[in-house]
């Protein structure tokens, strides 16, 4: 069955560093998602891609936030300078009707 | 606006009894679907349901059954004879039925302890 493929899967950085967490989505998907899940609380939505454009983002996806779909098979999620409270799961979906979620990135920022 | 109400924050049975998690949604869509997903302590998030707003029908899949009352608002899920396999964090979470989102809106999740 196919799969949506996260890497890497725990991610340790330095506060202010820049981090990308990268995605394979399935091949014949059209839309792309990013959650985030901080420990112990629920997941939430931070971005929706579709068309090589974001369609919808939350209040979470600020600034520090982009994505990227730079080839025909990953997408990335940029954190431009982290923080202590960017610290969570990172969750990244594709779907044309339905999701698939991604076994997810733990990104610790220390 | 939407939301998925998870009362129960913890649950701990023995093993073989029967749980119920409850999940209660609110949305202005008159259509719209329903999830449930499973996450166990390794963190990934397993898809165990769908269920479109115009399909109220209860369903069983093996232990697991779902009821969803239209009428209350409610979408819960059902364990019988639970196994410490199921321990893990369970949500429920509401989509909208086309427009200009898909976002799925997730519960706070019920973390299930099955003991032994």
């Known amino acids: 069955e196919p799969e949506v493929t996260q890497t890497p899967s725990h991610q340790v950085t330095q506060m202010g560093q820049e981090v990308i967490l990268r995605c394979v989505p399935i091949?014949?998907?059209?839309?792309f998602y990013w959650y985030r899940q901080i420990l112990g609380q629920k997941v939430e939505f931070l971005v929706s891609?579709?068309?090589?454009?974001?369609?919808?983002k939350s209040e979470i996806f600020d600034d520090q936030f982009s994505v990227e779909r730079p080839d025909g098979s990953n997408f990335t999620l940029k954190i431009r300078s982290t923080k202590l409270e960017d610290s969570a799961m990172y969750f990244c979906?594709?779907?044309?009707?339905?999701?698939?979620f991604g076994s997810g990135t733990r990104l610790t920022v220390v | 606006a939407q939301k998925v109400t998870q009362a129960q924050t913890e649950i701990s049975v023995v093993e073989k009894e029967d749980v119920t998690l409850d999940c209660v949604y609110e949305?202005?869509?008159?259509?719209?679907?329903l999830f449930w997903y499973k996450q166990p302590p390794s963190g990934e998030l397993v898809f165990l349901i769908r269920?479109?707003?115009?399909?109220?029908q209860n369903e069983i899949s093996g232990r697991y059954s779902w009821n969803f009352q239209k009428s209350t608002s409610s979408f819960n899920f059902t364990i019988t004879a639970s196994q410490v396999v199921d321990s893990a964090v369970y949500f429920c979470?509401?989509?909208?039925?086309?427009?200009?989102?898909?976002?799925?809106?997730f519960g706070t999740g019920t973390l299930l302890a099955v003991q032994p």
């Open positions: 269920r479109n707003s115009f399909d109220e």
């Open positions: 949305t202005r869509d008159t259509t719209y679907y």
């Open positions: 091949s014949n998907h059209l839309y």
């Open positions: 979906a594709s779907g044309t009707g339905w999701y698939t």
């Open positions: 979470a509401l989509r909208a039925y086309g427009g200009a989102t898909n976002k799925l809106i």
């Open positions: 891609f579709y068309n090589n454009e974001i369609s919808e």
